[in-house]
């Protein structure tokens, strides 16, 4: 099909995907996912999987003790008030309601577990056992990784999450929709930190594209691959909000339900490789046409060694276009300011492009870098509105 500007698209039906790549990736997969693939500590890929299966599996546990600490402070509250708050806004029904929402939330979470645990051929005897022996040795399940991989279900499939993806999405998708590309030939483009998916399958919807998405984390992967399995749009409900009770207008905003997914996803039209974006792609050096990085670098622990990885994946003349804050980890081993990124990516030989105007203003005089306010996980009707003035670029291999 032809599109705009008379650039014509390669349109792939599901017969034409390269289905045998999927079944490679997933075989790969699968090795590594052998006990004895490596060393067997906290690092191994199925260590790894097993412990987001582990969060996954006490998230109505860990949410409950939460509520129940919630209600030990309320107690404090001395009686007189507490009469008054019942009378008025009937706090401990707030509490009970939340408590009965948890268990929807918590259908959800074992949906998760019980798709992985099929979709990486692990049983439920190991689990258990992985869960028990954690638990014996005090290693507590992540809570706060759940909530995370759970939350962005809204910001990636869910209608909630529509403004904030324009706003993500809007000039990457613009920029590459101009891109010239031929039906004989897609170009091959590849998005790290990918998390649950939505930018990479929209960049295929453009048609044209070859797609590859990449997601270190097991607790996003997982949560990707459930979604990736619902067939039915808005089929699943939730209540994303339940978790954190600060910023809301009213009770029913904290507690409202939404769904997804709001468009059923083609997964094999989309190639997901699980794992360290600077080691799995050890043998993918030049074969990139389009490298998208959206709130991706600052998550770096080394950024150089990220910087070093999209200029070998990208053949001579390819583009890495990128757009994100520059809000760094805990422990990264350099913080680069904007004019740093910039002149270090140039002395690894990228040359930065002039882009549209209308994605906002120039950051810095003489840099061809833009500024523009982006959301990132926010509650759209929360009090609070959390968001960053994210750096948009487009820059060419040499």
Aim: proline content about 4%.
């Amino acid at each position: 099909m032809c599109g705009m500007g008379g650039i014509c698209h390669l349109s792939l039906t599901m017969d034409e995907v390269p289905l045998s790549t999927h079944n490679e990736e997933h075989t790969r997969l699968m090795q590594n996912l052998q006990r004895s693939s490596g060393k067997w500590d906290s690092n191994h890929p199925r260590h790894r999987l097993l412990t987001a299966l582990y969060g996954y599996t006490s998230y109505k546990d860990k949410n409950l003790a939460e509520v129940n600490r919630w209600r030990n402070l309320y107690r404090n509250v001395p009686k007189q008030q507490r009469t008054l708050l019942e009378s008025t806004v009937h706090y401990t029904r707030k509490l009970n309601t939340i408590e009965h929402l948890l268990d929807t939330n918590n259908e959800l979470a074992k949906s998760i577990v019980d798709h992985g645990l099929s979709f990486y051929n692990i049983s439920q005897s190991e689990l258990d056992e992985f869960v028990k022996e954690s638990e014996s040795q005090k290693r507590p399940a992540d809570k706060t990784s759940v909530s995370q991989g759970m939350k962005h279900f809204v910001r990636d499939w869910a209608d909630e999450g529509d403004e904030e993806r324009e706003q993500s999405f809007g000039c990457i998708l613009k920029s590459l929709a101009q891109t010239p590309r031929t039906a004989d030939r897609p170009l091959r483009v590849l998005l790290p930190g990918a998390g649950l998916g939505r930018l990479a399958h929209e960049v295929d919807n453009l048609g044209g594209f070859d797609v590859t998405m990449n997601e270190w984390s097991t607790y996003m992967n997982l949560a990707y691959r459930y979604v990736s399995s619902r067939s039915i749009p808005n089929s699943v409900p939730f209540h994303p909000y339940i978790d954190w009770w600060s910023h809301h207008a009213t009770t029913e905003d904290l507690q409202r339900s939404i769904t997804f997914p709001n468009q059923v996803i083609r997964p094999s039209s989309v190639l997901l490789i699980e794992g360290d974006f600077t080691a799995v792609f050890a043998e993918h050096t030049g074969q990139y046409d389009i490298l998208v990085t959206l709130f991706f670098i600052d998550t770096a622990r080394n950024l150089v060694t990220y910087l070093e990885t999209i200029h070998r994946l990208l053949r001579p003349g390819g583009r890495w276009v990128n757009l994100g804050p520059l809000l760094y980890g805990t422990a990264p081993f350099v913080q680069l300011s904007l004019d740093e990124i910039v002149a270090l990516s140039e002395s690894m030989g990228f040359e930065f492009q002039e882009t549209d105007p209308s994605v906002g203003d120039i950051t810095v005089p003489g840099l061809q870098v833009r500024g523009l306010d982006v959301a990132y996980g926010r509650n759209a009707r929360g009090l609070n509105k959390n968001a960053y003035q994210a750096q948009y670029w487009e820059a060419v291999k040499r």
